[in-house]
């Protein structure tokens, strides 16, 4: 079924792929090459952040090396399909993100001290942002012809010490990515109804 609009600007089969037809992966198959790895991040950057603030960072894990430390973190049940998974991403999001303010917003840099003298709110805006950057990138592994299987079941402490032990970020979303095998997901889930959830006031 297509729910898109018929006068969505892209082709409304395309939006329903990204949407209504995609789903969660939890088994893979093929490759993602160095050159598709980038094209997700060259799409997910054009999602809307506040103060254009693009605090996600994306660690592609790659080496065996890399793969092992990181499937060592995770929860038992997210071990094997990360394990063998073609690319793997660990997003994360920079600490120090307002300290970058007059290169993703040269010439308005009001907020900025709002943000230093306040390092809980730096903080949850940083995290928060990079939350809405991490959905946008999940729609960009799709848009691309892939399948993703985010995942928080993970000890992120244990994540950033191995993969930033300098500090400056904090990991909260591990990313399988690569495409579908044949048990890549069961029946489809419940979602709740326009009823259920959304109320015009
Ligand atoms: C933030 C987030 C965390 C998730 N964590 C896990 C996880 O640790 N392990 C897992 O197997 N699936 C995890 N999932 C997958 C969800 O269970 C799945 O996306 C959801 O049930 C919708 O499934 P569907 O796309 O097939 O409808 C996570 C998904 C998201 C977005």
């Known amino acids: 079924m297509t729910i898109a609009h018929e006068e969505a600007v892209i082709d409304p089969a395309a939006v329903d792929a990204i949407f209504a037809q995609a789903r969660t992966a939890n088994s893979f198959t093929g490759e993602v090459t160095d050159e598709q790895a980038q ?12 103060f254009n603030s693009q605090p996600l960072r994306v660690t592609y894990v790659r080496s065996d090396e890399a793969r092992a430390k990181l499937v060592g973190a995770l929860m038992a049940g997210n071990r ?20 970058q303010w007059d290169t993703f917003l040269p010439g308005y840099n009001a907020p900025k001290a ?25 729609l960009a592994v799709r ?15 244990a994540i ?33 109804s326009y009823e259920d959830v959304v109320r015009t006031v």
């Open 160 to 192: 950033d010490e191995a993969f930033f032990p300098a500090g400056g970020q904090k990991s909260f979303l591990v990313v399988n990515i690569g495409q579908p095998a044949a048990d890549a997901w069961g029946e489809a889930k419940p979602k709740f």
């Open 39 to 50: 094209a997700i991040y060259e799409l997910t950057k054009f999602g809307p952040t506040a």
């Open 114 to 138: 709002m943000y230093d003298a306040n390092p809980e709110l730096a903080a949850a805006t940083g995290n928060n942002n990079a939350h809405l950057q991490a959905g946008y990138f999940i």
């Open 143 to 157: 848009s691309l012809g892939f399948s993703a299987g985010p995942m928080t079941g993970a000890d992120f402490g």
């Open 80 to 99: 094997a399909k990360t394990a063998s998974a073609p690319l793997v991403a660990i997003l994360s999001y920079d600490t120090n993100w307002a300290g």
